[in-house]
């Protein structure tokens, strides 16, 4: 929401200096105290608030997942009740993919993008801290029911008419439903700022072929994201009127259709299986080359193939549902299909061996952990492309092999490149290196402990082994194999218990890294550690894809400068650049912290709050909450408050639109 | 170690059809596996030219050649391995559509929390009858199931003879399936279900057809309680009535299963209990013990009466 001016004039050009970087530092600071904790609109800020959540909830979900993993690490145990394992098993999978493996990738593009795009935050910062209040809101509200005993416990999936009020009576599917409602409303608008971010604010010069593959992860999930989080919304809107007011959308005695919401959901959460990947496959892209001491190979190849995962995966759904007998021509496409997005994939894993191959791999921690990621992608893809055979998935389907398969995507895609990335990036965001060697021995961890988990579950899926059961007898061959699953469970964890160790250790005694530690080429280096507020004291151009790198590889036509630049420092000001060619066309005059961000989240909650307890008080109350923060938020004229240095300064001409 | 629910063996023409397209598969990815992990690993440890001895790799860049034949060479055959599975994928999917040859036999199989409920038709009315969670087929031919969803949804799965087929309320899916020889194939539910999907197995068993015709008379026959366990018929009927079906007596209750001919099962409780007099009487006296959370309710009575039902279903063979 940043208003813009059209450039009319070349505003000053100049060099960094500490002047400059002083008065910046003056508008871009957060303010200190309650002002800047509600109100703060920083893009690291919410970043790192991203960050840490979503590894809150993702320990919530580890214990969940070891509580079930001692309840099934021999036949016929009795630690867990049916229900509580239902309970447990639904927000495990509740909590990794939707309240961790979204949010902490969000969390990195938060923090990262303005720095790898030469910008001071991102195009709609306002928006960016309403979805962090949303997400944090939402997540507490699905917990609320964790702690009243009435958790979820129809699976993420939540397929109807299980999830009917008929044959589920508590409010738990009501928690589930309103939840994902709301935490849609904080993936749709933080997406909406990363689709914004992307198109206008990269530095001058960093045309569409020189964005980092993070930036084109992210920016694909994100346009997937607006595309489909309206069908699950309605999904779970439509089930909510079905349990509450009496609609009968997926009753099937009166005529409703179970199977409309497996469409519903999967046309969402196949894409969204995507959407939690392509990031982070992203830092992979953009962290092997500064190991590997060279440029990534097929840098277009694989921005490309990034994208069309994404196409090719929204016509996937149905791989959910080949059980429920859909027509043989519906089979035949959606099994193709399913089969054939695997070449993309071929795509990112050939590049990043071919850039290990011909590089001079340097064996950091952060090189363990995105190299055990590509093993780890190749399994899971080819286990993925066995269930996308129709035949050989009705067998497949529903037993523990796609547990192993979505275990190896999910936490091989998504853990261990965010590991990396942490490894990575944590010199930069704190200024202190994390131990290498605890790093080391984290990825070790982690690496045996996982495939000791989770490799023994594809036999065990290929022995029979059916998903979602709380116990199993002794006589059907299982005991065994889950017996090393629950041992290597807790192994993993073990591993990743190490890195909050690291960190914590770290923090304290790290050592101190520059402003480049890994001697990266992308913008984020050029800048010391830990970002000050503004990021950039004067905005780079760019001329490459390696800013950093260009000297020595000599593989850009001109120059990048990033000493030299427009300072853009009448109150909190960045660049607007062209879409494809990221030429200079506006001054974006941005907003100041602002307490309307946080009153409108608690103005939704509220409303949800009301929709769960049905009173219409309630929601009136939170619509009016809510009103007044949009009041709040939309009133003319606030942005340029609180620089002192601004109000001397002649104004800007009327912005031409908000 | 005996695992009766793998699907890498095979005992009927469906799951014979699939089995070498799922073999296929994991062939191909495992050696898919091998050759990319090798790749990785060579790609990692191989030796390299020193061209700066002593240099910090760090300080070093590099911008060589020939990276991007890697990623064709690579595509290239991935998609040709990817494009072949496809084709085979749909020749399979072609064949296993309908049996070989048509089925006579239809039996209307209808899901429900926690148990299966199985329906045989006939031409003549007199000759339908319900049984539940024990299949029976005849060995070598092929049987059509019409699956129905009695409440939420499950799935139809016997490993050994077929693929899974759901069983979705407000729709008739069709499935079928065909046992080379006589035997017995444990099935399962594999759609998550509720409470009690873990226990909510059921089993086909396969006769020769002359041993088949025999069960299916005996099948059809009403159960004919002899004097001496009237106390048991009418304990069962007041206490159980309501649920259950017990045909040639008043007890006509359709929640449960029909336990006309309960004795010549092999287990109770869908696969959960052996079909044994102390866990027969186990199972009545405490279902929730047993099954947690299913639809059987614990109805206090006396040890007589207990007792006295359990002689009574005995006598249902």
Redesign the interface.
């Known amino acids: 929401m940043a208003r813009h001016t059209q450039l009319t004039q070349t505003p000053a050009i100049v060099t960094a200096n500490a002047e400059l970087a002083e008065r910046l530092h003056k508008v871009w600071e957060t303010e200190p105290g309650i002002k800047g904790f509600l109100g703060t609109v920083d893009h690291k800020e919410i970043g790192i608030r991203y960050i840490v959540t979503s590894f809150i909830f993702l320990l919530i979900g580890g214990v969940e997942a070891l509580i079930l993993r001692v309840q099934l690490a021999q036949p016929d145990l009795h630690v867990l009740s049916p229900e509580q394992y239902n309970q447990l098993f639904t927000m495990h999978g509740v909590s990794m993919i939707f309240l961790y493996a979204m949010p902490v990738l969000t969390g990195f593009s938060n923090y990262l993008w303005p720095l790898l795009l030469g910008a001071r935050d991102t195009a709609l910062p306002r928006v960016n801290a309403l979805s962090y209040w949303l997400y944090l809101f939402s997540g507490l509200f699905i917990y609320a029911s964790f702690f009243m005993g009435h958790a979820p416990n129809d699976g993420w999936f939540n397929y109807v008419p299980y999830a009917n009020r008929q044959y589920n009576p508590g409010p738990n599917i009501d928690f589930y439903s309103l939840g994902m409602i709301f935490l849609g409303i904080s993936t749709t608008v933080s997406s909406a700022n990363f689709v914004v971010t992307a198109m206008r604010t990269r530095a001058a010069g960093m045309s569409i072929n020189r964005i980092p593959i993070l930036v084109w992860g992210t920016l694909t999930s994100s346009v997937a994201n607006l595309l489909v989080i309206p069908a699950v919304s309605l999904a779970f809107f439509l089930l909510y009127l079905d349990r509450n007011y009496g609609t009968k959308f997926f009753q099937p005695q009166s005529g409703g259709q179970p199977l409309l919401w497996q469409h519903l959901f999967w046309i969402f959460a196949h894409p969204w299986v995507y959407a939690i990947v392509l990031p982070a496959m992203g830092m992979v892209s953009d962290g092997l080359p500064i190991f590997c001491r060279r440029p990534l190979v097929g840098y277009t190849l694989v921005a490309l193939s990034t994208m069309a995962t994404m196409a090719i995966g929204f016509g996937v759904w149905t791989h959910h549902m080949f059980a429920t007998g859909m027509s043989d021509l519906a089979l035949s496409f959606f099994s193709g299909v399913s089969i054939i997005i695997a070449v993309p994939s071929a795509v990112a894993v050939f590049a990043w061996i071919a850039t290990i191959w011909t590089g001079r791999p340097v064996f950091t921690a952060a090189f363990h952990f995105f190299a055990g990621m590509i093993a780890l992608f190749v399994i899971g893809g080819v286990s993925g492309f066995m269930t996308g055979s129709v035949p050989v998935d009705w067998q497949l389907t529903d037993t523990y092999f796609v547990v192993a398969h979505l275990h190896y995507v999910l936490i091989g895609i998504n853990v261990f490149p965010v590991v990396g990335a942490i490894y990575m990036w944590f010199p930069k965001v704190t200024g202190k290196f994390l131990d290498e060697r605890l790093g080391k021995l984290n990825f070790w961890l982690m690496f045996v402990g996982f495939n000791l988990a989770f490799f023994p579950m594809h036999i065990s899926g290929l022995l029979g082994m059916p998903r979602r059961i709380y116990t199993y007898p002794h006589d059907v061959g299982w005991s065994a194999w889950n017996l090393i699953t629950s041992i290597g469970a807790f192994l993993f964890a073990i591993g990743v218990l190490l890195l909050f160790h690291n960190i914590a250790v770290s923090l304290r005694r790290g050592k101190h890294a520059g402003a480049n530690p890994w001697d990266g080429g992308t913008l984020e280096w050029a800048i010391p550690s830990p970002p000050p507020p503004y990021n950039f004291v004067v905005l780079p151009t760019v001329a490459g894809r390696h800013p950093l790198w260009e000297d020595r590889l000599d593989d850009a036509p001109g120059r990048s400068r990033l000493d030299t630049g427009l300072a853009l420092d009448k109150g909190r000001q960045m660049l607007g650049t062209s879409v494809v060619d990221a030429e200079p066309a506006v001054i974006l005059q941005m907003p100041f912290d602002s307490y309307a961000p946080f009153t409108l989240a608690v103005g939704t909650t509220i409303i949800f709050v009301g929709m769960l307890y049905r009173s219409w008080p309630g929601m009136a109350a939170g619509a009016i909450i809510t009103g007044i923060a949009l009041l709040l938020w939309l009133w003319p004229g606030r942005l340029r408050e609180g620089s002192p240095e601004a109000a001397n300064e002649p104004p800007f001409a009327e912005p031409d639109h908000v | 170690?005996?695992?009766?629910?793998?699907?890498?063996t095979s005992h009927g023409a469906r799951a014979d059809?699939?089995l070498p397209?799922?073999r296929g598969?994991?062939i191909?990815?495992i050696i898919?596996?091998l050759i990319?992990?090798g790749?990785?690993a060579?790609?990692?440890f191989?030796r390299?030219p020193v061209e700066a001895p002593g240099a910090d790799?760090?300080?070093?860049?590099?911008?060589?050649r020939?990276?991007?034949t890697?990623?064709y060479?690579?595509?290239g055959i991935?998609?040709l391995v990817?494009?072949a599975?496809?084709i085979?994928?749909?020749k399979?999917?072609?064949d296993?559509?309908s049996p070989p040859r048509e089925a006579k036999l239809t039996i209307e199989v209808t899901g429900h929390?926690w148990w299966w409920e199985a329906r045989y038709f006939s031409e003549k009315p007199a000759e339908i009858f319900t049984t539940a969670n024990e299949i029976h087929i005849p060995a070598g031919e092929p049987v059509r199931f019409k699956?129905i969803?009695g409440?939420?949804?499950h799935?139809f799965?016997v490993?050994a003879l077929?693929?899974?087929?759901?069983t979705?309320?407000?729709?008739t899916?069709?499935t079928w399936l065909q046992a080379e020889r006589p035997g017995v194939y444990?099935g399962?539910?594999?759609?998550?279900?509720?409470?009690?999907?873990?226990?909510m197995a059921f089993f086909v068993v396969a006769d020769e057809p002359a041993r088949f015709e025999e069960w299916r008379q005996k099948q059809i026959a009403p159960a004919a309680p002899s004097a001496d366990v009237a106390q048991g018929l009418s304990a069962f009927q007041t206490r159980c009535g309501a649920c259950h079906t017990v045909r040639g007596t008043p007890a006509g209750g359709k929640v449960g299963p029909d336990l006309t001919h309960v004795m010549s099962r092999g287990t109770i409780a869908a696969g959960t209990l052996p079909n044994t007099p102390g866990h027969l009487t186990g199972w009545i006296a405490n279902p929730q013990g047993v099954k947690?959370?299913n639809h059987m309710p614990q109805i206090d009575m006396s040890g007589a009466d207990l007792n006295a039902i359990r002689t009574f279903l005995q006598t249902l063979g």
């Open positions: 170690m005996s695992a009766p629910l793998n699907y890498l059809m699939i397209l799922t598969v994991l191909i990815s898919v596996i990319v992990c790749l990785l060579a790609a990692i191989r390299r790799p760090r300080g070093l860049l590099f911008r060589p020939g990276g991007l890697f990623v060479v690579g595509v991935s998609t990817l494009v599975t496809t085979w994928t749909m399979t999917l072609a296993v559509v929390q699956l969803g409440d939420v949804i799935s799965w490993p077929a693929g899974k087929t759901d979705i309320p407000g729709q899916n069709i444990r399962q539910c594999t759609e998550y279900c509720g409470k009690q999907h873990a226990n947690p959370g």
